[in-house]
T-cell receptor, first 114, second 113 residues
């Protein structure tokens, strides 16, 4: 158990809908990262938050947004869903936002858009 | 643009032999490199890391080698065991303060008993 909790584990929704994925980081971790893994693809970095502030954006679509709350949990909002958004979405957390410290991953949310 | 590349999507090795997984990167600002292991239906788990000030880091059966001039790193597993069968991701981060981890596309290792 990495200590990172993601809910829900599975989500099936229709095209055009909006969903929210939730992540609770490990106790004490200030950084939260979101990654997308599509079929046969690697882990694509979406966005990084550190202590409530956005630190970096990767290949995140404009239809997607995220935030980190004062209690450090994070939510990834996906709207106007398309079939191609079907993927595994991983959240990871680490202690800091500075030099490389390993990130710990949750078990992921599998999103299926039908 | 893929800044971290794992050009071998799969690798099969006999049990007891050495597994060598390779990774190349393009961004010279990366200074910390990690390997993650991923089983199906689970999140990636941290395996081993190396800082750019080193060229080798060893942890039990796992050794990571870094060649900064070639922008190349490799993970050696010896001896390989069937339980090592998984997808291995290489990752890199820089001193930007953002500590983003950039991942490769992964190599699926199969250790044959």
């Amino acid at each position: 158990d990495s200590g990172v909790t993601q809910t829900p584990k599975h989500l099936i929704t229709a095209t055009g809908q909006r969903v929210t994925l939730r992540c609770s980081p490990r106790s004490g971790d200030l950084s939260v990262y979101w990654y997308q893994q599509s079929l046969d693809q690697g882990l694509q970095f979406l966005i990084h938050y550190y202590n409530g502030e956005e630190r970096a954006k990767g290949n995140i679509l404009e239809r997607f947004s995220a935030q980190q709350f004062p209690d450090l949990h994070s939510e990834l909002n996906l709207s106007s869903l398309e079939l191609g958004d079907s993927a595994l979405y991983f959240c990871a957390s680490s202690v800091g936002g500075g030099e490389g410290t390993e990130a710990f991953f949750g078990q992921g949310t599998r999103l299926t858009v039908v | 643009d893929q800044q971290v590349k794992q050009n071998s999507p799969s690798l099969s090795v006999q049990e007891g032999r050495i597994s060598i997984l390779n990774c190349d990167y393009t961004n010279s600002m990366f200074d910390y490199f990690l390997w993650y292991k991923k089983y199906p239906a689970e999140g990636p788990t941290f395996l081993i890391s190396i800082s750019s000030i080193k060229d080798k880091n060893e942890d039990g059966r796992f050794t990571v080698f870094l060649n900064k001039s070639a922008k190349h790193l490799s993970l050696h597993i010896v001896p390989s065991q069937p339980g090592d069968s998984a997808v291995y991701f290489c990752a890199a981060s820089g001193k930007s303060g953002a500590n983003n981890l950039f991942f490769g596309t992964g190599t699926r290792l199969t250790v044959i008993p």
